[in-house]
């Protein structure tokens, strides 16, 4: 069974930083795409934050994200990261690790192209 867990997050002001951590087991890791997406309080749906792409080195950000957060992954121990820098209020949400069913995400920024998730690890940026 695939299973990701996620660790990392925590309580920060603004301006500071974090960095999660999503743990793979189960599969291959290194061919597959991975993806970062956050549900903010008191929100139904779940937004793309970043994702990175099996068997290269491709990235893509959300916008409001561009600039402050870094998706990278390190494929010998099967984890993806996302550091955090100048942290907003706005950035408080769950954040969620995400792989599609197959090696790629039919649309990278869609939760609908993900099969496995983690358990969320919540973070929250204070003023």
């Known amino acids: 069974q695939v299973q990701l867990v996620e660790s990392g997050g925590g309580l920060v002001q603004t301006g500071d930083s974090l960095r999660l951590s999503c743990a793979a087991s189960?599969?291959?890791?290194?061919?597959?795409?991975m993806g970062w997406f956050r549900q903010a309080p008191g929100k139904e749906r779940r937004d793309f934050v970043a994702g990175t792409r099996g068997g290269g080195v491709n990235t893509d950000y959300s916008d409001s994200v561009s600039g402050r957060f870094t998706i990278f992954r390190d494929n010998a121990e099967k984890t993806v990261y996302l550091q955090m820098n100048s942290l907003k209020p706005e950035d408080t949400a769950v954040y969620y690790c995400?792989?599609?069913?197959?090696?790629?995400?039919?649309?990278?920024?869609?939760?609908?192209?993900?099969?496995?998730w983690g358990q969320g690890t919540q973070v929250t940026v204070s003023s």
């Open positions: 189960g599969r291959s890791f290194s061919d597959h795409d």
């Open positions: 995400a792989m599609p069913s197959g090696t790629k995400a039919k649309t990278q920024t869609s939760p609908w192209s993900y099969a496995y």
